[in-house]
């Protein structure tokens, strides 16, 4: 008699890996998980347990509220049943407005649920995908931030060398609605709006020359993150910190990043001495990243300190800016729709390695390559997966790794503003006002109408 179910190996059992398995395994495939730590081999320096579903920092799942993109991710997992966010609601602990979860008891619990199955437990490190491509029908690799090295070379020689990346240099994004366009102006550097024919594509922050000397004495006196001995080798000119720029001169930044130059004020037809860049971040038009902005200083440091740019005096900030080891590849550039390697669609990318940033997050993804697999195997058609492109936080997140720039693709946490803004109809069915409040309240309000229409039709 052949095999009924189709054999998936899941290699790593961190967040996305562990939540994989347990869908998996619960949509009837046989599961496989590779996980080195389950004999306490560490492939890394984060890990410290032999347990599944290790939170490796900060033991919070950030904001429970629905006006709060996090707090609709998690809300919506619920809707999804997932093991891990059942688990954390079960394990959680005081934390006012964030869900904080007993990490031992969560991490615990999580292995038990994953012992609990017929999941086959590989207590070893994957080094090299094809070796055991043809022993599955499927292999999903979730080896996470921190993915061992010989498993790194071996994504490599499928999806090319210049597509797997080892460290963020997260530039700060910011709302492009919270941006002072009275003192901001657009324009592409050497070609103003009239030559090009356009508003020009960036938003322009204008420095005087006091303004640029003293916005690099506040960059050179920020407080920094320190640096690991590890990650020293993470810098080179391409990447390099704005605030290390600021201390090798104090003209380095105006001839790099902050340079004025070729950038014409329509309304002065002057040339700025210095300029901060801004550059769409999302499909709508209302994330801008800084250009050039990748930084270690600390976040209240890169609030206090970028808010006195002219025109950011009351600025958002969707991220801040980080510079740290993260091994992710190029979503854009080497996923399929379905979170298939395009070199090869019997690979997945499950969880932080994909291009998504975070625990949740992380979580999020796995879900939805579950449901991919499902799609595959099993020719259920999922609407959670198609039809609500962007409308959710789930396929907001697809929709970003699979749609973004991959010139300039960086890994992405859930935010509002890579959602589908609101219709006009659903701007009155969900919301009356204007206030950014009710627009990200309603944002919630309409995925949760979705998800729940659907749940309460299949169920
Ligand atoms: C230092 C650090 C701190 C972070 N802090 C936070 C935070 O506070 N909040 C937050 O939201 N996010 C944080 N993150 C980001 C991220 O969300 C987490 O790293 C998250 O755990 C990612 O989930 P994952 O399942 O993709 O990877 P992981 O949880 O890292 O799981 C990957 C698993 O794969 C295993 N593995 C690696 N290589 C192999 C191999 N070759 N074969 C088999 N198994 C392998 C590893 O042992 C590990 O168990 C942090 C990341 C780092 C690196």
Same mark, same amino acid.
């Not at 492939?43 to 490796?56: F, G, I, P, Q, R």
């Not at 050497?190 to 506040?218: C, M, R, T, W």
């Not at 009351?314 to 091994?327: I, Y």
């Given at each position: 008699?052949?095999?009924?179910?189709?054999?998936?190996?899941?290699?790593?059992?961190?967040?996305?890996?562990?939540?994989?398995?347990? +869908?998996?395994?619960?949509?009837?495939?046989?599961?496989?998980?590779?996980?080195?730590?389950?004999?306490?081999?560490?492939?890394? &320096?984060?890990?410290?347990?032999? &347990?599944?579903?290790?939170?490796?920092?900060?033991?919070?799942?950030?904001?429970?509220?629905?006006?709060?993109?996090?707090?609709?991710?998690?809300?919506?997992?619920?809707?999804?049943?997932?093991?891990?966010?059942?688990? !954390?609601?079960?394990?959680?602990?005081?934390?006012?407005?964030?869900?904080?979860?007993?990490?031992?008891?969560?991490?615990?619990?999580? *292995?038990?649920?994953?012992?609990?199955?017929?999941?086959?437990?590989?207590?070893?490190?994957?080094?090299?995908?094809?070796?055991?491509?043809?022993?599955?029908?499927?292999?999903?690799?979730?080896?996470?931030?921190?993915?061992?090295?010989?498993?790194?070379?071996?994504?490599? &020689?499928?999806?090319?060398?210049? @597509?797997?990346?080892?460290?963020?240099?997260?530039?700060?994004?910011?709302?492009?609605?919270?941006?002072?366009?009275?003192?901001?102006?657009?324009?592409?550097?050497?070609?103003?709006? +009239? +030559?090009?024919? %356009?508003?020009? @594509?960036?938003?322009?922050?204008?420095?005087?020359?006091?303004?640029?000397?003293?916005?690099?004495?506040?960059?050179?006196?920020?407080?920094?993150?320190? /640096?690991?001995?590890?990650?020293?080798?993470?810098?080179?000119?391409?990447?390099?910190?704005?605030?290390?720029? !600021?201390?090798?001169? %104090?003209?380095?930044?105006?001839?790099?990043?902050?340079?004025?130059?070729?950038?014409?004020?329509?309304?002065?037809?002057?040339?700025?001495? !210095?300029?901060?860049?801004?550059?769409?971040? %999302?499909?709508?038009?209302?994330?801008?990243?800084?250009?050039?902005?990748?930084?270690? /200083?600390?976040?209240?440091?890169?609030?206090?300190?970028?808010? *006195?740019?002219?025109?950011?005096?009351?600025?958002?900030?969707?991220?801040?800016?980080?510079?740290?080891?993260?091994?992710?590849?190029?979503?854009?550039?080497?996923?399929?729709?379905?979170?298939?390697?395009?070199?090869? #669609?019997?690979?997945?990318?499950?969880?932080?390695?994909?291009?998504?940033?975070?625990?949740?997050?992380?979580?999020? +993804?796995?879900?939805?390559?579950?449901?991919?697999?499902?799609?595959?195997? /099993?020719?259920?058609? #999922? =609407?959670?997966?198609?039809?609500?492109?962007?409308?959710?936080?789930? *396929?907001?997140?697809?929709?970003?790794?699979?749609?973004?720039? =991959?010139?300039?693709?960086?890994?992405?946490?859930?935010?509002?503003?890579?959602?589908?803004?609101?219709?006009?109809?659903?701007?009155?069915?969900?919301?009356?006002?204007?206030?950014?409040?009710?627009?990200?309240?309603?944002?919630?309000?309409?995925?949760?109408?979705?998800?729940?229409?659907?749940?309460?039709? #299949?169920?």
């Amino acid at each position: 008699m052949g095999r009924l179910m189709p054999r998936i190996c899941v290699v790593g059992a961190g967040l996305a890996g562990t939540e994989l398995s347990w +869908q998996l395994f619960k949509a009837g495939f046989e599961v496989s998980l590779y996980e080195p730590r389950f004999s306490n081999v560490f492939v890394d &320096k984060v890990h410290s347990t032999n &347990k599944c579903a290790e939170l490796v920092c900060s033991n919070s799942l950030r904001s429970k509220q629905l006006h709060n993109a996090a707090g609709l991710l998690k809300q919506e997992l619920r809707l999804c049943d997932s093991l891990l966010i059942r688990l !954390a609601d079960k394990n959680s602990l005081p934390a006012g407005s964030s869900l904080a979860v007993s990490r031992e008891d969560f991490s615990r619990d999580a *292995t038990e649920a994953i012992l609990s199955t017929k999941i086959k437990i590989i207590k070893e490190e994957l080094k090299d995908i094809k070796s055991v491509l043809d022993d599955y029908d499927l292999i999903v690799i979730a080896s996470g931030p921190n993915t061992s090295k010989s498993l790194s070379d071996s994504i490599k &020689k499928i999806i090319g060398e210049e @597509d797997l990346y080892f460290y963020d240099a997260i530039a700060p994004i910011i709302r492009a609605d919270s941006i002072d366009m009275d003192i901001c102006f657009r324009a592409s550097r050497y070609s103003n709006s +009239q +030559q090009a024919g %356009s508003e020009g @594509d960036y938003i322009n922050s204008p420095l005087s020359k006091k303004e640029y000397y003293d916005f690099v004495e506040l960059l050179k006196s920020g407080d920094k993150i320190p /640096l690991n001995e590890g990650d020293k080798g993470i810098f080179f000119n391409a990447c390099m910190p704005v605030e290390v720029m !600021a201390e090798q001169g %104090s003209d380095s930044l105006r001839h790099g990043p902050m340079r004025g130059d070729g950038l014409i004020d329509e309304r002065t037809m002057k040339v700025p001495f !210095a300029a901060v860049q801004f550059r769409q971040d %999302s499909f709508f038009g209302d994330l801008y990243n800084m250009v050039g902005f990748q930084t270690r /200083l600390t976040y209240p440091e890169q609030k206090r300190i970028f808010r *006195t740019l002219p025109g950011l005096k009351n600025v958002e900030f969707e991220r801040l800016g980080s510079m740290h080891r993260n091994t992710y590849i190029n979503a854009p550039r080497v996923l399929n729709n379905d979170m298939s390697l395009k070199k090869n #669609n019997r690979v997945f990318m499950a969880g932080q390695i994909s291009g998504v940033e975070g625990y949740i997050e992380s979580i999020a +993804q796995s879900i939805l390559v579950a449901g991919f697999i499902i799609e595959r195997f /099993l020719d259920k058609k #999922n =609407p959670l997966l198609n039809s609500f492109a962007g409308k959710t936080a789930i *396929t907001a997140l697809s929709n970003y790794i699979v749609n973004a720039d =991959p010139s300039n693709f960086q890994p992405m946490k859930i935010n509002f503003g890579i959602f589908t803004p609101l219709s006009e109809e659903e701007k009155r069915k969900f919301c009356s006002s204007k206030k950014k409040f009710d627009r990200r309240l309603a944002m919630s309000k309409r995925s949760i109408d979705l998800m729940s229409k659907y749940f309460h039709k #299949n169920n």
